[in-house]
């Protein structure tokens, strides 16, 4: 089974700042990569998908992801948060022999403060 | 096309009570997958279903669970006995193919035993 780290539990930022939260898998082999995002007390909006081609992904509301198989990472970037952007944010992957069921990561509290 | 509708939003069992979680996919998906959130958690997968069948239940707990997605009607989530420890968020996500690339998610059920 695969196993998702997301490091950071909760990431502090001021608005207008960049920020970068890490996430990264257990598998050696090709996976498919995603981002939610879990406003409070609402389900799961996808922010961005990892399917194949550049490693570079662009999802909604100006976040970007950037692919590393080497690494075994995929960390979710935004150049600049707004106060908007405070929600939880989780990692998942699917599993390499089964594309029917995604492995979530703890997820990430962003706390945007103005 | 209205997005994956789950009900109740919240709901409030005593010990020993029965709790069903339902679950209607979007237009036109007819797979529906299963997930539990459990506090300060990321998502674990529990069941996958398509249309009368069950795929794949290798994240459901063996006593006391259940789940079905009949020919007409919504997909359910059934718990009988519950316990303290199925206070969670209970969370469907449905696909118009078998592929998590195109899953869709509810806003959760959020089950609350005392």
């Known amino acids: 089974a695969q196993s998702v780290t997301q490091l950071d539990s909760q990431v502090p930022v001021f608005e207008e700042a960049p920020v970068e939260l890490r996430c990264n898998y257990s598998?050696?082999?090709?996976?498919?990569l995603f981002w939610y995002v879990q406003y409070p007390n609402q389900g799961l909006q996808l922010l961005l998908k990892?399917?194949?081609?550049?490693?570079l992904v662009k999802g909604i509301n100006g976040f970007e992801a950037e692919f590393n198989k080497s690494q075994t990472s995929f960390h979710l970037r935004k150049p600049s948060v707004h106060i908007s952007d405070t929600a939880e944010y989780f990692c998942?992957?699917?599993?390499?022999?089964?594309?029917?069921?995604?492995?979530f990561g703890s997820g990430t509290k962003l706390n945007v403060k103005p | 096309n209205a997005g994956v509708m789950q009900n109740p939003r919240h709901l409030v069992r005593r010990r020993g009570q029965e709790a069903r979680l339902r679950c209607s996919p979007m237009?036109?998906?007819?797979?529906v997958y299963w997930y539990r959130q459990l506090p300060e958690e990321g998502l674990k997968f529990m069941v996958y279903l398509q249309k009368e069948n069950i795929i794949d239940e290798s994240g459901m707990p063996k006593e006391r669970f259940s789940a079905e997605f009949p020919k007409e009607g919504p997909s359910i989530l059934r718990i009988q006995q519950v316990v303290r420890g199925d206070s969670a968020a209970y969370f469907c996500?449905?696909?118009?193919?078998?592929?998590?690339?195109?899953?869709?998610f509810g806003q959760g059920t959020r089950l609350t035993v005392v």
């Open positions: 237009k036109g998906h007819s797979h």
């Open positions: 998942a992957v699917s599993d390499p022999g089964n594309f029917n069921k995604f492995y």
């Open positions: 598998s050696s082999v090709s996976v498919y």
């Open positions: 990892y399917l194949s081609g550049s490693t």
């Open positions: 996500a449905s696909s118009p193919t078998g592929m998590n690339t195109e899953a869709f």
